[in-house]
Each structure stands twice: as C-alpha cells, then as structure tokens.
C-alpha cells in the first residue's frame, strides 16, 4: 500500500493546489513537531523533566519541555519565507517577523498542549491554526476562525501523528520510524454524528452551569436513564488526545465555562486551541460551539483570549446546545 509523504499530499494531492509557500510553512511546522518530538522522548537524558522556575503569560507554571517546544517552533518556522506573524501561548506579545506588505500568513500555536501529563508520560501535543494577513496591510492577529485557511495538531503518543486540515478534509500521518517522514495513515477522517462516548473533567462537576450538569447526568444514568443507553467516559487532561480519539471513533469533548473559571472566559485559548480544533472537528463533519454560538464565529477580542468549548459527535454538541438555550 502506497502511502504518500506529507510532501508529496499537500503537493499533489490537495484540490484547488495549495500556495507553495503555504506548503513551506506547513513542512516548517512538521519539522518543529519532528524536533519537539525527539526533545520529549529524550528529557529524561537531558535533563528537560519538571517545572521551570517562570511561568508564562497566563501566569501558568512552565515545563521546560514548553519553553522548549516554544523556542523550536519560533526557530524553525521563523525560516518560512512568506510568515509575517507568531501567536504562541507562551508568549505574551504577537511576534512580527514582517510587515504585512511582505508576508501572507500569521502562525497561532500552542507548542505543547497537555503539558501536565509530560511526567507522567502520557501523549502531549502541539496545536496549530494559519490564517492569512490582513490585505489592507494592518498588523491585526485577531481574526475569527472562519478564515482559518488550515489547522492542525501533532499528537506525540506511542507514535507521532500530526492531523491537518486545509479545508478539505481531515488527514492523518504517522512519522516513519528512521527517515521521520510524515506519510499518509489516515485519509478523510470523519465523525459519526452518533457517539456514546464522552470527555469532561468531572472532578469541576459542582461549578458547572445546570444544562452541563444536566447533560452529564443524563449521560451516566445509561440505560435506566432518559438517554436509555449505556456511556463510557474519557478525560485524559489533554486536549490533543481527546480531540484525536474524537476524530478516530467519535465522541464529545467539554471544556465549559464554571464557577471558578468564567471570570477568565474559560478555560482553554480560543486562538490556538478552541478555533484550531474547531476547524478539524467541522471538517470531519463534527460541530464545535462555546454552548450557543459556532466557536468559527467568534470575533477574538484579545490574543489569549478563552473561551467554553463543546465539540465532537453533532448529535450530541447539538443536544448541550439545546440544553444551553432552554437555559
Ligand atoms: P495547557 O495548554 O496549559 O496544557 O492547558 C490546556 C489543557 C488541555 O489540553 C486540556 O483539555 C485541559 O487543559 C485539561 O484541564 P484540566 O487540568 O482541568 O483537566
Ligand atoms: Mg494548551
């Protein structure tokens, strides 16, 4: 079975052709995952476990493993000849490589997603969302995720995946073991609108609004309850992983805003989280809202900004929606 490179996908494989610099910027992105990649499975041997003394923009305590992933992304996409702008996580302040004049894409990413489960060695990611620069030449980042021209992650797991979309479909590839290449193991990933799985931290049960908590009680009352099936249940504290199993088998994924967290907007970064995946779950024909509205829509106010975030199976982000506005 042939199972072309990433190279040879975007090259040839993708209707309308894509940019050749959208390309560049797409095989830098795949290369900072391959370096962050070999930086987490090495840690221990380098001494790049634990905690740094600093923390970050959101005053969140750092991992060394995020200022270094950070550092690798800036590093090598920074070569990308046509990049005007970076918006990291870790980085308070929007990087400008360039004027707008003379680039045509800004970069948003999260370069290690998850990052509380490094020491315990369960899959972290990267996650990555490219719009294109305002053509009025204005030094603006806050664009709403329906112009996302492509988004994507990198799962580092028992094998390293990196999962994209350039709007025309979800597709997976796994790195080769030796040349690291990235070749094509999943094509046209989509999502079943039916799930009986489900993904929220419920440990923050007692912060919830009431049509979250009514949503997960109905849930787990399985077959003697209301929904009259049976539903398993996932959290692994990762918003990559969850997201990659939603994509390969279903399900839904809730980050709502609670008690302890809406004084933020949330919990995770509509920039470089929410709208990235949101993008990925729409194309593999999920649906992706803050409880009402499509997250795509939401016209960013800040560059950190959080937001709520239910997404997965339509079936099921349409039922919390419903339980949303019925109030
Ligand atoms: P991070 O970017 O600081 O790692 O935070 C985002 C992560 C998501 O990957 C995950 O869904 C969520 O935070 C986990 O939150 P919790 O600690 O409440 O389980
Ligand atoms: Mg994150």
Partial sequence: MTMPTLRRFLTSQAQPALDPNLIFLLE?????????????????FEGNRGAMDSTNVQGEVQKKLDVIADREFARICSNSPRLAALVSEEVEEVTWLKDPEEGDYLLYYDPL????????????????????????????????????????????GPTTMLVLSTGQGVHGFTSERGTGDFR?????????????????????????DEPVRRYVTEVRAGKEGPRKRDFNMRWTASMVADVHRILVRGGIFIYPADTDNRHDGGKLRLLYEANPMAFLIEQAGGAALDGHARLLDLQPERPHQRVPVILGSKDEVERLRDYHAAG
């Fill in 113 to 156: 997603d998850g990052s509380s489960n490094i020491d315990v060695n369960l899959t972290v990611g990267s996650i990555f969302s490219i719009c294109q620069v305002d053509r009025d030449g204005n030094r603006e980042v806050l664009i709403p995720g329906n112009r996302q021209i492509c988004s994507g992650y990198a799962a580092y």
């Fill in 184 to 208: 094509l193991t999943h094509p046209e990933m989509t999502i079943p609108a039916e799930t009986s799985e489900f993904a929220i931290n419920a440990s923050r049960f007692r912060l919830w």
């Fill in 28 to 44: 830098d992105v795949a290369a900072a995952c391959r370096v962050i990649a070999r930086h987490i499975r090495d840690a221990a």
